[in-house]
């Protein structure tokens, strides 16, 4: 991934505090989720397109939702395990990625990968509004950071393209697509 | 494009290993909507009453709810449809979990068994690929364990299993199929799964549901949570706790327990304990529950918690919910403890948590009468709970005396004789009812009794208060918000039903019509739930829920892309009703059939009993027998039923209309 410029300001981090022990496992969450982010919006759902998944393993009393974050092209090499009140989590339940280890947060059909826009547009992430557990609480803050320029959804989506193919087997494909058209 | 519903159905011949993906037809859907409403047609097409449970030509149907899949919250339901051994008539149980919507997002609606397996398989429904798979390595597995065994063995944490345990491997009468914290336990569905040779079926779906009118649809979905809600920050006022607050009863949430243990019996249910809930007993409760207790856990998409992980020391962790949490305890005369411990055996078996307890307290009661000897129970513990945890190994293995008990109490008596039969008193249809016995007969529930078909009070009940309130301004007050009625009349029907007095009191009010339109109402609710796939919970269990008849058949135009009004939702409704009715009819079923058990209510109104019987199969549309007639049936569009009885001598042509009416004609 490319960084186009790094600099310090202020700006308004919007997050959401996930209350595990609050979690009943419904799974609303990834039920409007997935339908917001349907086209047209709201027309079909799935919760396989959600951007948000409880990794739920209800004997062993495991319930985290997480929310999808950046797009990663590998694994990261040690995968450690979490010991939280005498349960056993793998880090993997934490992590917010697009990781070619797992199954979450990527297109079913395509296998793009899958990112929260914080459902832009509504007053707060709808995941949030649907979860009547309060196991996830909307929540901004100020802080200082560095400023990435902000990726959109296909901008990350050719990202992984280009990680999967190669940027110039890419740019074939394009090419051959537009003198198709 | 189809909407809501996925257009596909599995068929899966076990006999001959064969799989075909069917389309079903758009046309079925508008006039059976789906779940229940198409298992009912399906079953009405293909199994006629020669079928016996056992037979390979028994289909076993599980359907998904049409509105399951889509974002409506608690539309979960898996309704599994099969000819029950118990009963020998059609068996709709159905459960809630996460069974039905990931069997949408596979490209499917419905699960058709068909045939038999030689040995025992489990099926793997991944999206469009479906296999028939050995399973003689969980063999006698409980029905958890399976599912998680399942889970690692294809590498699929987030495949959804319903599963048998030795109960339905054995045939058990009243074998269960569980899924996690759900089962559909009712009338031995997993009886006929063993037959069927099918441990398990898995299934992983990631696909689309698509809806009608997008917008639509989620506004009403919002105004559903909304008032959910709103309904858990003011629950309703002056009537007891379980009808208070929505959801299946709170039975994993509360702890006072006064209720249940006072007014319901125990034992075979014989025995009322007045004085049983002590401060010392209501303390040990609530330590086990409070010890045993790890999370309130939910159904697919809905807030509600209704069901709980329980782990107590030394056994393995498991889900329950609602109010198997007592019938242990109070079929042994035991304490909680005891109850979540072999509720824990009980799931891993896979068993109906209603029949299972008061089976085992119907074989101990023989014992103690003499009609059943210490030589029919070899090497049995002294103490009741033993006696319990040696009659549960029996019964799901069916050795020696639990060969005959694994049938169920109406069979079981029948076996043993010399009188057993009087001690399977509380069964409605030969299948075993929730341990209630009451004094004065109760118009509105006496026909519930009698006429319901999904043999379960609590799948029949709900929308209007079960009893009057005592003060006026009271009734005022609650009718007030009380929208969900279908019609302005019920509101002063409860306006004016009093307590106590001379005038408006049970037994004879509600008037005998405005106890069939009462009934009627509340059945419907009931049937909606079940062809969309709705948790009773949330809509007809319920005073005031949150689903009505004002926001179904939006939800349905706006889903499924029906255009739907009330009238033809109630039409459709009275179809299937009617259509189920009308399986059971061709396999026997009559008046004689239709009676509450004999002990329910001390004091009885025979003449009362029957001008409402009477009233209420005319308001139906069904001849004195409780047969529907050529002319009703024939308004539902459901003449080739009426041909069919016709064939079948079950009705006569000209003999069509009901009860009297039949001679002025």
Known sequence: MTVDKIDKEKKIIKTIRIDVDKCNGCRACEVICSAFHAAPKYS????????????????????????????????????????????????????????????????????????????????????????????????????????????????????????????????????RMLEKD | MRYAETGFNLEIDLTRGNIEKVVTDPKDTELYLGGLGTNAKILWDRVPPEVEAFSPENLLIFGAGLLCGTPATGCNRTIVTTISPQTKLMAFSMMGGFWAPELKYAGYDKVILSGKSSDLVYLWINNDEVEIRDASHLKGKGALETAELLRKELNEPKAQVAAIGMAGENRVFYASVEQGRSSASRGGIGAVMGDKGVKAIVVRGTKDINVAEPEKYIELCNEVL????????????????????????????????????????????????????????????????????????????????????????????????????????????????FGLRIAQKATEYGLDGYSAPQVMAFALELLEDGILTDKDFPDMPEDTEGRFYYLLDKIVRREGIGDILANGTHWAAEEIGNGAEEYAHNNIKKVEQLPLKLFMMNPIYYLMYCTGEKMNITQIEGQFPQAPF?????????????????????????????????????????TIEMTCEIVDWQEKMHYIDDALGMCAGLSSFHLKPPYHMHNFPKFITAGAGIEMDQDKLTQAAKRYRTLVRANNIRRGMRRKDEVPPADHWKKRFPELEKELLDTYYQYKGWNNDGIPTKESLHELGLDYVAEDFIKRGILTDGENLPGEDASSK
């Open chain 1, 44 to 175: 079909s759902n799935n919760p396989a397109r959600s951007r948000i998944r409880i990794i739920r393993d209800p004997l062993k009393d495991i319930y985290v939702p997480v929310y999808a974050g950046e797009y990663t092209v590998a694994e990261c090499a040690g995968r450690d395990k979490y010991m939280i009140d005498g349960k056993e989590y793998d880090e993997c339940a934490f992590c917010r990625a697009s990781c070619p280890s797992r199954d979450e947060f990527k297109e079913p059909d395509s296998g793009l990968p899958l990112k929260c826009d914080m459902c832009e547009g509504e007053d707060e992430p709808l995941c949030v509004k649907w979860c009547h557990a309060e196991a996830l609480i909307y929540e901004e803050r100020e802080e200082e950071v560095d400023e990435a320029v902000e990726q959109e959804d296909l901008e990350i989506g050719l990202d992984s393209l280009v990680d999967k193919y190669g940027l110039e087997k890419l740019m074939d494909t394009v090419s």
């Open chain 2, 226 to 337: 909304e008032y959910i809600k709103f309904r858990e920050e003011n629950p309703i006022p002056g009537v007891m706790a379980i009808l208070s607050r929505l959801g299946s009863p709170q039975e994993m949430a509360v702890h006072d327990e006064k209720w249940h243990t006072e007014n319901f019996s125990w034992g075979n249910s014989r025995t009322r304990r007045k004085d049983f809930w002590t401060e010392e007993v209501a303390k040990e409760w609530e330590e086990t529950l409070e010890s045993a207790r790890t999370r309130l856990i939910s159904c697919y998409n809905c807030p509600m918690k209704c069901g709980a992980t329980l782990s107590l020391p030394g056994l393995p962790t498991y889900m329950m919910k609602c109010f198997t949490k007592l019938t242990y305890t109070m079929g042994a005369f035991s304490n909680l403890e």
């Open chain 2, 470 to 510: 005592p003060k006026r301004e009271h009734r005022e007050k609650f009718v007030k918000d009380w929208f969900q009625v279908p019609d302005e009349k019920f509101k002063q029907y409860f306006l004016d039903w009093e307590m106590r007095g001379e005038k408006n009191v049970t037994p004879f009010y509600p």
